[in-house]
């Protein structure tokens, strides 16, 4: 009985977040590490410069930094521009143990297997605020769904 209650417990620790996606060009700003947080704008204006990326024109439009937490994801795919067919996020928030999940899956034909341009697969989500001192873990999938 007790270890039913403590796994229905953990169950409910994990929240679903409702996220933006926001539609930035990924030429822009370039490599970033995996992920990104950011808490205001200072840290948003200070990624380009940290890796000497052109980055002057970028609209984010108006981010209001003391309501929204934004998460910028990367994954590097071989072929990506013509063999990604879909990508599925999915963002769980636990307050217990102060952490956000990010589920990232990456859906795309056979030709992600063949050699060739790698492609940057890039999605910049715009959360509700969550504390700075919340650790962020984003976990990485790539399918092969199409012969």
């Known amino acids: 009985m007790l270890a039913l209650l403590l796994a229905n ?6 929240t679903p977040v409702v996220y933006k996606e926001l539609n930035i060009d990924p030429d822009h700003c370039l490599q970033i590490n995996n992920f990104e947080v950011i808490h ?8 380009p410069m940290k ?15 003391a309501k929204k937490s934004l998460v ?3 994954q590097y795919v071989r072929n990506g521009e013509t063999a990604i067919t879909t990508t599925k996020l999915e963002v769980l928030r ?7 999940d990010i589920y990232f899956a990456t859906f795309g034909s056979t ?17 509700p605020k969550f504390p700075s001192n919340y650790k962020v873990n984003v976990l990485y999938s790539l399918k092969v769904v199409k012969p």
């Open 94 to 100: 636990n307050d217990r143990e102060k952490r956000i």
């Open 111 to 127: 030709m992600i297997q063949r050699p060739g341009k790698v492609f940057e697969n890039r999605k910049w989500l715009l959360l």
């Open 9 to 14: 417990l953990s169950m409910k620790a994990q």
């Open 72 to 74: 910028v994801c990367s």
């Open 51 to 65: 890796y000497n990326a052109p980055c002057e024109a970028i609209e984010f439009g108006k981010i209001n930094f």
């Open 40 to 47: 205001d704008l200072e840290k948003l204006k200070g990624i």
